[in-house]
Nanobody, 118 residues
């Protein structure tokens, strides 16, 4: 498996937006749910969002509901996390994983640092 993950932008101010993506290869992407987690400094890993294999069902942690959007482009084998109305507390290392829930994830992409600061 291979995940090529990146941040589409740099430092972002509170209220700003940023997009993350993980382009995958080495498996049948459209057969698997995907998810995003994050870990802030000194904090435990937190589940953020997941999306089913078909891309028509999504879930979010309460703190990002309405601000973040998970999506996927199965033709491109890519999962995205669009982050809007960002807050300083969103600052964390974000990571995508293959699976429908944290306990079921069997492969993780590399972490991407998101810094939200004035």
């Amino acid at each position: 498996l291979r995940f090529n993950c990146r941040r589409w932008g740099g430092l972002v101010q509170p209220g700003g937006s940023l997009r993350l993506s993980c382009e995958t290869s080495g498996f049948t992407f459209n057969n698997y749910a995907m998810m995003w987690v994050r870990q802030a400094p000194g904090k435990e890993v937190e589940w953020v969002s997941n999306i089913n294999a078909g891309g028509d069902s999504t879930r979010y942690v309460d703190t990002v509901q309405g601000r973040f959007t998970i999506s996927r482009d199965n033709a491109k084998n890519t999962v995205y996390l669009q982050m809007n109305s960002l807050k300083p507390e969103d600052t964390a290392v974000y990571r995508c994983g293959r699976g429908s829930s944290y306990i079921n994830v069997d492969y993780w992409g590399k972490g991407t640092l998101v810094t939200v600061s004035s």
